[in-house]
């Protein structure tokens, strides 16, 4: 019988990414613990609601299809985002090859986006923050809740927040701006 994953695991300690990966050697984190890091402190993922997993869908094809071979785009897969982070961001999009992610998860992306539907303030708040900390260029969260995505640029590690946000509504394209030329429409990332 699987255990269910515990929302936080001794919260008053702040792990670090190589204690965290330590953990399943350990027998306290399984493959089968839907979890992440953030922040130092082990958080389980929220259920993926069927409006959760549309869209998860349709931004991956959007992404993957836009983003061809010049990169690499990840549903769902840890990024070490420094030293107390490692979320699973619903698509991220990473500079190389997937042979380079062989071995080792990446430590930086061009873009990360996160579905919102029911974790609309983690991602908007928390994730915000981290992804900034750790210099992601791009994170854009697709809110399903108010059909619309939230665009967050120009990070400020040192403020750990980013320094332009605006909403891009149906009907609107947006470009990812680490790669030229690749851009999706926002219609196709929302469910």
């Not at 030329?181 to 219609?187: C, P, S």
Request: glycine share 6%; with cysteine.
């Amino acid at each position: 019988m699987a255990r269910p994953a515990t929302t936080h695991i001794r919260a008053e300690a702040r792990y670090t990414t190589s204690r965290y990966f330590a953990l399943p050697a350990e027998g306290i984190l399984t493959a089968a613990d839907r979890v992440e890091l953030l922040e130092g402190l082990i958080v389980a993922i929220a259920l993926e609601s069927p409006r959760h997993a549309a869209g998860i869908r349709c931004a991956s094809e959007a992404l993957s299809g836009a983003v061809g071979p010049r990169a690499v785009v990840r549903v769902q897969l840890p990024l070490i985002a420094g030293q107390y982070s490692v979320p699973a961001p619903d698509l991220a999009v990473v500079p190389g090859l997937r042979s380079d992610y062989a071995d080792t998860h990446p430590t930086t992306a061009l873009l990360v986006i996160e579905i919102a539907d029911t974790t609309l303030i983690q991602d908007r708040i928390t994730k915000s923050v981290i992804y900034a900390a750790a210099g992601i260029p791009e994170y854009w969260v697709v809110n399903a809740r108010d059909d619309h995505t939230e665009v967050f640029r120009a990070p400020d590690r040192s403020q750990r927040a980013y320094g332009e946000q605006f909403v891009a509504n149906r009907g609107s394209r947006l470009e990812l701006r680490a790669l030229p030329g690749v851009g999706v429409a926002v219609d196709n990332l929302l469910p």
